[in-house]
């Protein structure tokens, strides 16, 4: 490969490509694949899972107790406590806890815990009067206070009942830095990772971690290692241009790439809207999020900014009505090469078929099935498991397939999305992947869904991966071990971050 001023000039072989005086880097032994791309990823988020309470490793309310209590007496007075990846379904009670029990780490401080899905958080006595929560307060479009048999909140927030109380905790949260931004993204192409597809809320942190998501990225922008192309999250079409105008001026690690939308929950959570009721919970559908009024304004001013139209559907139920969406928008003009679904967990055959007719690209995490795999069956069903994550059908029908991991909800390595789509962690194994397939969603898919050219082409950024095998003749373990020798990006290997921060549980 002949690469010249950071991008690449011919594939071919070494004796027609060497020139006078060019410096060769060789790697015998190893594979050269196409920079990885992770399609749908949270950058704040995951700077904040670096430095912030992991609780996916918690094994019960005792031990949760430790842990918030430990990371309480390490803030200074007055500072909100904010926790992430909770797991009620690691958890030895199987249940999230109350703000009655978090009272008893944190009585007087502001406390949030959320869920690892994020569609569902928890907070104290203390967060729900900051926030001015009371029995008298109803829910909110799109959410919901959970409740006791009093009509006492309990401190479970769904959904957009948690931005009721993080918006009015998060101010007193420290914020993270654009150095810390910076650092996490060295640390991610140290990983392989070449291009993310970044979901940056409008204001106020996704995470209520006191910052301003969009200006914290652009004041990171000099200094990002990978090229992030920025899907905004807000419902304001004019928030939207104002975040297209700044994100394309703050240089040429930031590209605005449309607007981000949620149209449900989490299968987690039982706030993914499904068509028929969650088999562990009879009574419940779900969550909508997503009124046509609210979504079609927003997601018009993103095409006419030349953006994409990125929009979260989980559950069967939001996956038709996000279609029934998208065919306006067809109707209206769009392209289907600008118009996306993020995650389609659950996808029934006649959306798939029309999801298909349509040419709407499928932005997928395979990694979900990692977590999901204990409990997945408990939610949906034994009938409705073959409806999950349906990848191989999604590429029989000629639906695009982007892969992503939506970190900070599940581990940014590339490669365990790769080899999860390929095993699928035992959950319907009629619909894996074969190894091209998988790595085809970590390159040419994840690029094309963000709008970066084709990887390995003529005139394209010379964004590469060394491997030290080839992860065709790989198994889907040996590709999860796999060991990355060399990230290039526009031909340069960028410097790793100083102190060589991991993955937290």
């Not at 389609?344 to 959306?351: N, P, Q």
């Not at 085809?440 to 060394?466: D, H, R, W, Y």
Request: charged content about 20%; some cysteine; overall charge negative.
């Amino acid at each position: 490969m002949l690469v010249t001023g950071g991008r690449i000039d011919a594939v071919g072989r070494r004796a027609d490509l060497l020139r006078p005086a060019i410096r060769e880097d060789r790697f015998p032994g190893c594979t050269i694949i196409a920079g990885l791309a992770d399609a749908h990823f949270h950058p704040v988020g995951y700077t904040g899972a670096l430095r912030r309470l992991v609780l996916k490793n918690a094994t019960d309310f005792a031990d949760l107790l430790d842990r918030v209590s430990a990371a309480e007496r390490d803030l200074p007075a007055g500072e909100t406590l904010i926790g992430i990846r909770l797991d009620d379904e690691t958890l030895a009670e199987r249940e999230l806890p109350t703000r009655l029990l978090l009272d008893q780490a944190a009585p007087d401080r502001p406390l949030i815990l959320y869920r690892y899905c994020g569609h569902i958080a928890v907070t104290n006595t203390a967060g729900l009067a900051v926030a001015g929560i009371s029995p008298d307060t109803p829910d909110p479009a799109g959410g919901a206070f959970d409740r006791d048999e009093r009509g006492q909140p309990t401190g479970v927030l769904r959904e957009t009942a948690i931005s009721a109380v993080s918006s009015a905790i998060g101010d007193r949260a420290a914020g993270l830095t654009p150095a810390q931004v910076a650092e996490a993204s060295r640390l991610l192409a140290a990983m392989g990772l070449t291009g993310l597809g970044g979901i940056v809320a409008y204001g106020t942190s996704l995470l209520c971690d006191g910052s301003n998501e969009l200006q914290l990225m652009l004041d990171a922008a000099p200094e990002l290692a990978i090229p992030v192309s920025v899907l905004v999250a807000t419902e304001a079409p004019d928030e939207l241009s104002d975040a297209a105008d700044r994100v394309s001026s703050a240089g040429r690690r930031l590209r605005f790439h449309g607007v981000k939308l949620f149209a449900d929950g989490s299968l987690g959570g039982h706030t993914a809207a499904l068509r028929t009721p969650y088999a562990d919970r009879p009574d419940n559908l779900g969550t909508h999020r997503l009124p046509m009024e609210t979504a079609l304004p927003v997601a018009q001013r993103s095409l006419d900014l030349g953006g994409s139209v990125a929009i979260h559907a989980i559950g069967d139920a939001a996956v038709g009505h996000v279609l029934d969406l998208f065919e306006r928008l067809l109707d209206a003009g769009a392209v289907p090469e600008r118009l996306r679904m993020e995650h389609v967990s659950l996808i029934a055959d006649d959306d798939l078929d029309r999801m298909a007719s349509m040419g709407i690209t499928a932005s997928v995490q395979p990694a979900f099935l990692a977590s999901e795999s204990d409990w997945l069956p408990k939610r949906v069903g034994r009938q409705r498991l073959a409806y999950v994550y349906r990848f191989r059908s999604m590429a029989r029908a000629g639906i695009p397939l982007a892969g992503g991991s939506d970190c900070p909800v599940e581990p940014p390595h590339p490669l365990h999305g790769i080899a999860a789509a390929i095993d699928r962690h035992g959950i319907g194994p009629d619909e894996a992947v074969t190894v091209d397939q998988a790595l085809e969603m970590f390159t040419t898919g994840a690029a094309a869904a963000m709008g970066f050219p084709p990887p390995l082409s003529e005139g394209a950024p010379a964004n590469l991966a060394i491997l030290d095998g080839d992860p065709a003749s790989m198994g889907p373990s040996d590709i999860r071990r796999a060991h990355l020798l060399a990230t290039f990006i526009d031909g340069k290997s960028p410097a790793l971050p100083a102190d060589q921060l991991d993955w937290p549980g």
